[in-house]
């Protein structure tokens, strides 16, 4: 009897174990490749194994994982590849992304995901996802109501027309 339950509890750590060791080795491949600047190759993997993601938290586990190596101008695209290989897990994947970094790190995930998301019609919840994290970081305004904005185009808000010319030109 006891040399069953043994047997149960090695198979049961076995099958624990395999996807923790499968998760760790993809994120160590990606690392990896960032690593030795081949950004087109860690960009690969890491569609690759978000594509198998079925659990938020794994999702979430592997987003902060690859993160964590990966160069800063990258960041922005490895959570566009992220999220385009598994659109299920793209909230879970962008929160996780979005949790401990400064605002600013925020703001260029932010935006490279709606640039991204924006590009196909697909993704158009997860767009309209992105656009209310966007609107709701401080400061964060969408680029038309910025446009409008008197401070950045003071030509929508003047009463008298401008003439090009000024006084004393002939």
């Not at 922005?76 to 385009?84: L, N, Y």
Request: aromatic share 6%; net charge negative.
């Amino acid at each position: 009897m006891i040399h069953h339950i043994a047997r149960l509890l090695v198979c049961f750590t076995i099958a624990v174990a395999v996807p923790f060791a499968a998760k760790a080795q993809s994120s160590a491949a990606i690392c990896q490749a960032f690593a030795k600047g081949n950004y087109n190759r860690a960009l690969a993997l890491t569609k690759a194994a978000f594509a198998t993601m079925t659990s938020c938290d794994d999702a979430a586990a592997l987003i902060k994982a690859v993160l964590s190596c990966a160069p800063p101008d990258q960041v922005g695209a490895v959570v566009v590849a992220a999220v385009e290989a598994n659109p299920a897990q793209g909230e879970c994947i962008i929160q996780a992304a979005l949790a401990n970094v400064s605002q600013d790190e925020q703001l260029a995930i932010l935006s490279a995901l709606n640039y991204a998301l924006s590009q196909n019609g697909a993704f158009a919840g997860l767009l309209a996802f992105v656009q209310d994290l966007l609107s709701s970081i401080e400061g964060a305004v969408s680029t038309n109501t910025l446009l409008t904005n008197q401070p950045f185009n003071p030509a929508i808000y003047h009463a008298a027309p401008v003439s090009p010319f000024t006084p004393g030109t002939p």
